[in-house]
C-alpha cells in the first residue's frame, strides 16, 4: 500500500470498493443509476434556465426553487460521476486529499439543501401570514443573504469533518466499503479513536437536520393556522395548493436522509451492507431527480412558462416542428 509523508499510518490513496457483495450485477446497477443522474441534470438545469428566462417567475418562490435546484446538481455531480466510474470501469482508487475534498464536499451541499428547504418555508410562511408584506419582507437583497448564510453554515460546519478525517491513522488497510468518501464510512477503516468524530457527525445532523426540520416544522404549524382561519374554502385550497410542491420535496430530502443516518449509526449489524450503500446513493440522487418532476407537475406558473418557452421556440425554428 502506498503512503503519504513516509508515514505507515496516512495512505497515499484509498480504494472504494463499490457495492460489496453486489460486484456482479455493478454494470446492472449503474444503469438505473445513470438514468436519475441524466435526468436530474436535464431537469435541473431546465428549471434554472425557465426561471432565469421567465420574467413571471422572478419571484423569491422561484429563486428560491433555482437555488435548490442548483444544489442538487452539484450535490449529485459530486459522487455520481465517480460512483460511475467505479461500476463500469473498476475505478476504484481515489486519492486520499480528493477523498477528504470529495467528502467536504458531499456533506457540504447536503447541508445546504436542508438549509434551502427551510429557506423555502420560511417563503411559504410569510407568502400566507403576510402576503400584503411579501415583496418588501423578501426582497432580493434578503434572498442573497439568506442564500449566502445557508452555504456559510455548511461550510463552517462540515470543514472539521476533514481535519477530523486527516488525523486519523490508517493502520488496517485503504479499502473502504463505499461507492463514495462519507465521513464515517472512511473514520470506519481508522485503526484509531473515532469517537470524536462520531460525536461531532451527530452534533452536525442535529444542529442542521434538527434545526433544520424544527423550523420547517413551525413555519407549517403557523401557515395550517393560517389557512384554516380563511373563510373561503376556495382561498384555503388555493393557499394549501401552494405549499404541496415544497412538501413533496421535504418528504423526498428527508425520508431518504434519515434512513441512511440511522441505519449507518444504529442498524449496522441487522441491514445489509449494500442495502447502506444503495440507500446512500439513493439519498443524494433521488432529491436532485425528483424535485424537478415534482414541481413541474405540481406548480401551474411552470407548466405554463414550459409552455411558454416552447412556443417562443416554435415561433423561432417553425421548420423543426414540422
Known amino acids: 500500500m502506498p ?57 423569491p418562490m422561484y429563486i428560491f426553487l433555482a437555488l435548490l435546484s442548483f444544489t442538487d446538481v452539484l450535490m449529485c455531480t459530486s459522487t455520481l460521476p465517480n460512483t460511475l466510474c467505479i461500476l463500469w470501469f473498476n475505478l476504484k482508487e481515489i486519492d486520499f486529499k480528493a477523498c477528504l475534498a470529495q467528502m467536504f464536499f458531499v456533506h457540504t451541499f447536503t447541508g445546504m439543501e436542508s438549509g434551502v428547504l427551510i429557506l423555502m418555508a420560511l417563503d411559504r410562511y410569510v407568502a ?53 468518501c462519507d465521513h464515517m464510512s472512511v473514520a470506519k477503516i481508522s485503526c484509531g479513536n473515532v469517537k470524536v468524530n462520531a460525536i461531532y457527525g451527530l452534533m452536525v445532523a442535529l444542529l442542521i437536520g434538527g434545526f433544520d426540520i424544527l423550523c420547517i416544522t413551525i413555519s407549517y404549524t403557523m401557515i395550517l393556522r393560517a389557512v384554516v382561519s380563511l373563510s373561503s374554502a376556495e382561498a384555503r385550497q388555493k393557499a394549501f395548493s401552494t405549499c404541496t410542491a415544497h412538501i413533496c420535496a421535504i418528504v423526498i430530502t428527508y425520508v431518504p436522509a434519515f434512513f441512511t443516518f440511522f441505519t449507518h449509526r444504529f442498524g449496522g449489524h441487522t441491514i445489509p451492507p449494500h442495502i447502506h450503500i444503495i440507500m446512500a446513493n439513493l439519498y443524494l440522487l433521488m432529491p436532485p431527480t425528483m424535485n424537478p418532476i415534482v414541481y413541474g407537475v405540481k406548480t401551474k406558473q411552470i407548466r405554463e412558462g414550459v409552455i411558454r418557452v416552447l412556443l417562443k421556440g416554435k415561433e423561432k425554428n417553425p421548420q423543426r416542428f414540422k
Open 3 to 59: 503512503f503519504l509523508n513516509g508515514t505507515i499510518l496516512t495512505p497515499a490513496s484509498f480504494i472504494l470498493n463499490g457495492i460489496p457483495g453486489l460486484e456482479e450485477v455493478h454494470l446492472w446497477i449503474s444503469f438505473p443509476l445513470c438514468t436519475m443522474y441524466g435526468i436530474a441534470i436535464t431537469g435541473n438545469f431546465g428549471l434554472i434556465y425557465l426561471i432565469h428566462s421567465e420574467e413571471a417567475l422572478h419571484r
Open 128 to 180: 400566507i401570514c403576510y402576503p400584503l408584506r411579501y415583496a418588501t419582507i423578501l426582497t432580493n437583497s434578503v434572498i442573497a443573504k439568506a442564500g449566502l448564510l445557508t452555504f456559510l453554515r455548511g461550510v463552517m460546519l462540515v470543514i472539521p469533518f476533514t481535519f477530523l478525517t486527516k488525523r486519523l491513522p490508517y493502520c488496517r488497510g485503504n479499502v473502504i466499503p463505499h461507492t463514495y
